[in-house]
């Protein structure tokens, strides 16, 4: 279709906006859009009219609201007040958007500025913000200060006055420092040990150093926990942001957290460090802070970001302050050590004299009866001065004992009277002689007198008491009685009354003089010795005694027996009031008792004569005679008497009794009497048995008798004995009386028997472990019994070669153990099985132990030497080493921390756990292996253990088969199964405690732990 | 050394426990859990061109949620949620300490774990709920610290995503 349209003419009119547009360009373009939306439109564009009001309406249409929008921001930055308001509605919003740095650099001098200016306008604006950031912080600082000042008041107090204190106190004044800072310097010993720097954000690990040879667990778990513990304590305790957990201590070691912008400084310090190792650290963390700011604030865990760091962290472990050993001052310290010597020589030896000195003066102290009053030492002589009582000891002997040279102490005593009781007594003792009937003692102080005296000594006691009692102590002679001397010269002539052969006739008593007459017998106790023993006065006595014969019967026998002089036979006695003689005596004897007798009757006892028989010289002599002949071997052939002589002549067996002995007793006059004896071998069998007794030495099992007349010998013997015995035998049949032997049993092989035996018995006592009890022959046969030590020779094996026929041997032996060294170190050998590291041996009786050996081995040597002990017998255990076991400590640790692990309801371990298997059998191997050779034997118990669910008893049978199941894998990797031993503690020993509902159980108890078991 | 803070959430007695037991480095005793509440242990993943050390953050496993120490998070970059498949409000538990985290410190990395896998007849999560979780581009695995089951995967998963 092609419709026709009136051309476009573009209005010529020139608008007021519209130029600069080039309208040709316009029209060209709206031709182009018409024909687009009609393609029949051809109109054609002629000429373009030079304005057009169309086209401003045409850009209304168009761009209307954009222009107006424009105006509107136009007016908004024109008008400054309008700006504000719309910038400060973005502001915060662009500033959190800025990047930080350039908004930082950005601002940084506008807010220095401003805060300046703050401070200049009211600095109290700005101290009210800051305040709670100061506070901490100012509170922390003088804190440390605080603990720094203690420290250094405690180290001071602590070395004031040792001998380091002397030292350092002369280094402070050498050096002009303070006493506390040296002190602090050489007392404080310390490590820093490992050096964590954690970031703040995370918690992370940024960098690790630690000292030479100090270890630790994985430190990034380490400084994660930390600052877990960090975060604990800020939220437990509501603690302020920044101020961290600045120290902890645990023992020897102490942590020290240093809390900067982005990350955390942890030191650890063993030992005692000192307040100012804190600002070292803080330098440290200020640094790291200043050079890797940024890098420290973007840390996201990748520490190679952060390279330098280490090694400054390094600097803070190389801080370390050990007991310094350099520059030690030894010429100093010998001159000291010279001067001290010296001096300390001469102090002790002025010391010691000093305090012997000082013995001697408290010797004389507590000696009664001296008073020091003064004492010095000068120059080295003694000198003292003071009193003494003449009574007391001499000073001068109490000095022996205490070294105190004598000829060095210079003594000044004065004699004085010492009022101390005792020396009081002594006096009084002295001047008052009382008599032995008056006993002084001094009680509770006082002198107590007791007893009897004379009124007399009363009297002068009286006195004495009276001088005293000024000053002095108390003497009392209350208890003394009055003895008056009548009193005691009744009492003396009362018991002169009792006295037989004393007759008082008269006594009397006159102006104090005593009278006594009467009579006394000489042979009567002496009236005058009675005297000295009472106490009257001898002086004042005036006896008059007459001699006289008493006739009571005693005194009339002591004067027949002086008178009489009765001869052996004949005895004197008393009976019944007479005086009997008896026995036998000479005519001449008993004509001279006949006369004394009558001469008695006149009033005297009886004297009784007619027991006496009258024996004649010729009578005793045939006495004598007669009993001689009845004696064996003595044979009487002549005998007379002529002119009052006595004559004998006869024979006389060399071993019969001597004829001369029996003249004794007879009452011959041996005088008078003259003997001719000749010896000869009586054939009498008594003679005869004697004879053979001494030539034939029979043997103990040989008894010789006489029986009817014969000779008879009866026994054992052996044949050498008999064919002796057969020769005199012989010789005797000559006359003599028979001698029979033929009951004598010939015992020769017995006796050579015997004589085995006996040299077997001996060989068996010389043997060391063997005690011989008893042994005996009985029968031929040989019986032994005693003691053996199991390690002793066998008694049987040393028959052999002595000729003694063991079938007759009965041998019972006990076992004992024989203290003998040599037994005592078999048996210890064999009980105590040392290693080979120990060496027994036996010194001088004692048993030395010398080498090396476990803990276990030396107690149970140490154990076995208290027993021996209480033997006697010496078990020296004192050169013994302990043998160094830690490596095998550590061997055992790592085994007893291992655990094999199983499924829910499995006995088989997963095979997961077969390298751990393989690791245990090793370990198990090493181990035993050097157990053995440190002496020990290692044994090691396999427990299994379940966890809780199911039943009990499937629970305890499953552990114990867990067990048995790792015991036989371990025997496959070739444990010896001797060395495995093995339990099941089914849920009673689990590693981690169980919830009882739990229903999967827990796997960590399910397993086999190992324990190291050292025998 | 690249190490990363994780932090495992999830309620109580899931099983964070076990599974860092049996498949990490361990130093500390597990008392930290309940004085200290939390325990600090190591898992190394190695990957071709470097190794990256999680460091497990495991909190002490609560219900309470408002007793959640939240700033035991600060500055981790991935998380290990745990619920325990046979308990399905335990997820709810650990999606809960997710948000908490992410209110607190923006948004970062996780993976879910549905432990206790071997517990098959006790297993509450329909399949349907874990396949619409893998949809929103979660990371969800079933894992079994009993038999070890996708653990190690898990961890390997996380390792990467928040070493890059």
Redesign the interface.
């Known amino acids: 279709m092609t419709s026709s349209v009136e051309p476009i003419s573009l209005s010529q009119k020139q608008a007021s906006n519209d130029t600069g547009i080039d309208r040709e360009a316009l029209a060209r373009l709206l031709v182009e859009i018409a024909r687009n939306v009609d393609p029949d439109n051809h109109t054609l564009y002629e000429g373009v009219p030079a304005a057009d009001h169309r086209l401003e309406k045409l850009r209304q249409l168009l761009v209307g609201g954009e222009i107006s929008e424009l105006s509107r921001v136009t007016h908004l930055l024109d008008e400054p007040e309008q700006l504000a308001t719309a910038v400060g509605n973005v502001l915060p919003e662009a500033t959190a958007r800025a990047s930080h740095t350039q908004l930082g650099e950005a601002l940084a001098p506008a807010v220095e500025r401003a805060a300046q200016r703050s401070i200049q306008k009211n600095p109290n604006t700005l101290t009210d913000i800051l305040y709670p950031v100061f506070l901490p912080a100012i509170r922390k600082s003088i804190g440390e200060k605080i603990d720094q000042t203690f420290q250094s008041l405690n180290e001071s107090l602590r070395h004031i006055f040792t001998w380091h204190g002397l030292k350092w106190r002369l280094e402070a004044w050498r050096t002009g420092t303070s006493f506390s800072a040296v002190v602090l310097k050489h007392s404080l010993i310390y490590r820093v040990e490992h050096v964590f720097l954690i970031?703040?954000?995370?918690?992370?690990?940024i960098a690790h150093v630690t000292s030479q040879d100090a270890t630790s667990?994985?430190p990034?778990?380490?400084s994660?926990?930390l600052s877990?513990?960090q975060?604990?304590v800020?939220?437990s305790f509501k603690e302020k942001e920044s101020s961290g957990l600045d120290t902890i201590r645990f023992g020897e070691l102490r942590l020290w957290s240093e809390v900067g912008q982005f990350a955390t400084l942890v030191a650890v310090i063993r030992g005692n460090p000192p307040e100012e190792l804190h600002e070292v650290i803080r330098d440290v963390l200020l640094r790291i802070h200043q050079e890797s700011s940024r890098a420290l604030e973007r840390f996201?865990?990748?520490?190679?970001q952060l390279p330098g760091v280490e090694t400054q962290l390094q600097t803070c472990v190389e801080l370390q302050h050990m007991d310094s050993k350099e520059g030690f001052p030894w010429l100093v310290l010998t001159a000291v050590l010279l001067v001290l010597i010296v001096a300390g020589g001469w102090s002790f030896l002025s010391w010691q004299s000093a305090h012997r000195w000082q013995t001697y003066l408290s010797r004389l102290a507590v000696q009664p009866g001296i008073v020091v009053s003064d004492q010095k030492i000068r120059g080295g002589d003694f000198y003292v001065a003071g009193l003494r009582d003449p009574l007391a000891a001499d000073p001068q002997s109490l000095l022996p004992g205490t070294e105190v040279d004598p000829t060095r102490v210079h003594s000044n005593w004065q004699f004085y009277q010492s009022l101390e009781p005792e020396f009081v007594l002594k006096r009084l003792s002295a001047s008052l002689a009382p008599p032995d009937s008056v006993r002084l003692s001094v009680i509770d102080g006082r002198i107590v007198a007791e007893g009897e005296a004379t009124t007399t000594w009363i009297n002068r006691a009286r006195a004495a008491a009276q001088q005293l009692s000024a000053g002095g102590p108390v003497f009392d002679i209350s208890g003394v009685r009055d003895v008056s001397a009548e009193e005691r010269w009744q009492a003396y002539v009362s018991r002169l009354e009792t006295l037989p052969g004393i007759i008082v006739a008269d006594q009397n008593v006159r102006d104090g003089q005593f009278y006594i007459t009467g009579l006394r017998d000489p042979l009567a106790a002496d009236p005058e010795s009675l005297l000295a023993e009472t106490q009257v006065d001898p002086a004042r006595v005036h006896a008059s005694w007459q001699f006289y014969q008493s006739l009571e019967p005693q005194f009339v026998l002591k004067r027949l027996t002086a008178s009489l002089t009765p001869p052996d036979s004949v005895r004197l006695s008393v009976v019944n009031d007479r005086i009997v003689a008896a026995g036998e005596a000479t005519t001449a004897w008993i004509n001279r008792a006949r006369t004394a007798a009558q001469q008695l009757s006149a009033g005297g006892p009886v004297f009784d004569i007619s027991g006496v028989r009258d024996v004649s010289p010729e009578e005793r002599w045939q006495a004598y005679v007669s009993r001689l002949e009845t004696q064996p071997g003595i044979i009487v052939a002549q005998q007379n008497v002529r002119d009052g002589q006595f004559y004998i002549t006869g024979l006389r067996d060399p071993l019969a009794v001597d004829p001369q002995s029996l003249l004794a007793g007879t009452q011959v006059d041996p005088a008078r009497v003259h003997s001719s004896w000749q010896f000869y071998q009586s054939l009498e069998p008594q003679f005869v048995l004697k004879r053979l007794t001494a030539s034939l030495y029979p043997m103990d099992k040989v008894r010789l008798s006489i029986v009817n007349g014969r000779i008879v010998a009866e026994g054992e013997a052996p044949d050498t004995w008999i064919d002796r015995a057969r020769a005199a035998a012989r010789q005797l049949s000559e006359g003599g009386p028979e001698f029979d032997i033929s009951k004598v049993r010939d015992v020769s092989p017995d006796a050579r028997a015997a004589e085995h035996w006996q040299y077997y018995v001996s060989r068996l006592e010389a043997q060391p472990g063997i005690i011989v009890a008893q042994q005996t022959e009985r029968g031929g046969d040989f019986y032994i019994s005693g003691l053996r030590d199991p390690l002793a020779a066998d008694p049987q094996a040393l028959l052999s070669g002595t000729k003694v026929d063991p079938a007759r041997v009965h041998s019972q032996w006990q076992f004992y153990q024989s203290l003998d060294p040599k037994f005592v170190v078999k048996r210890l050998t064999a009980s105590l099985s040392p290693p080979k590291s120990v060496r027994l041996s036996i010194i001088q009786g004692r048993i030395v132990v010398v080498g090396e050996a476990s803990a276990g081995w030396i107690s149970r040597a140490q154990a076995a030497a208290d027993q021996l002990s209480a033997d006697g017998v010496v078990l020296d255990v004192s050169q013994l080493r302990e043998l160094n076991l830690a490596e095998l400590n550590q061997l055992r640790e790592a085994i007893q921390s291992t655990d094999i692990f199983f499924?829910?309801g499995r006995v088989v371990p997963g095979p997961e756990q077969t390298p751990v298997l393989d690791r245990l059998a090793d370990q198990l191997k090493e181990f035993a292996e050097n157990a053995r050779k440190a002496g020990v034997t290692a044994r090691f118990m396999l427990t299994g253990h379940s966890d809780i669910t199911g039943r009990e008893t499937a629970n305890a049978s499953i552990s114990a088969a867990r067990a048995e199941t790792v015991r036989a894998l371990l025997n496959k990797r070739g444990v010896a199964p001797e060395l495995l031993l093995v339990r099941g503690a089914g849920t009673f020993e689990p590693a981690?405690p169980e919830?009882e509902n739990s229903?999967?159980g827990n796997?960590?108890n399910r397993r086999v732990s190992v324990t190291v078991n050292l025998e | 050394?690249?190490?990363?803070?994780i932090c495992m959430l999830g309620g109580f007695?899931v099983g964070k426990t076990?599974l860092v037991?049996?498949f990490v480095?361990?130093?500390?005793s597990?008392n930290?859990l309940t004085t200290?509440?939390?325990k600090?242990?190591?898992k190394s993943v190695a990957f071709p061109d470097k190794t990256v050390?999680l460091?497990l953050?495991d909190l002490a496993g609560e219900d309470d949620i408002g007793s959640f120490?939240v700033?035991?998070v600060?500055?981790?970059?991935g998380l290990v949620l745990v619920a325990d498949g046979t308990r399905p409000a335990t997820l709810a538990v650990a999606l809960t300490l997710r948000e908490r985290c992410e209110a607190e410190f923006g948004a970062m990395p996780f993976i879910l774990l549905f432990n206790?896998s071997?517990?098959t007849d006790r297993w509450a999560i329909p399949e349907g709920e874990i396949d619409e979780l893998k949809q929103r581009g979660w990371q969800v695995y079933l894992t079994s610290?009993?038999s070890g089951e996708h653990v190690d995967d898990a961890f390997r998963q996380l390792a990467s995503m928040v070493a890059n």
């Open positions: 970031s703040r954000a995370s918690g992370l690990l667990e994985d990034q778990l380490i994660s926990m877990a513990i975060d604990f800020k939220d996201d865990g990748d520490s190679s499924s829910s981690v919830n229903r999967t796997s960590t | 050394m690249l190490q990363k803070k007695a076990s037991r049996r480095q361990s130093i500390f597990e930290y200290v509440g939390v600090i242990d190591k050390d460091i953050w120490r700033s035991y600060r500055g981790a970059t206790k071997d517990l610290a009993l």
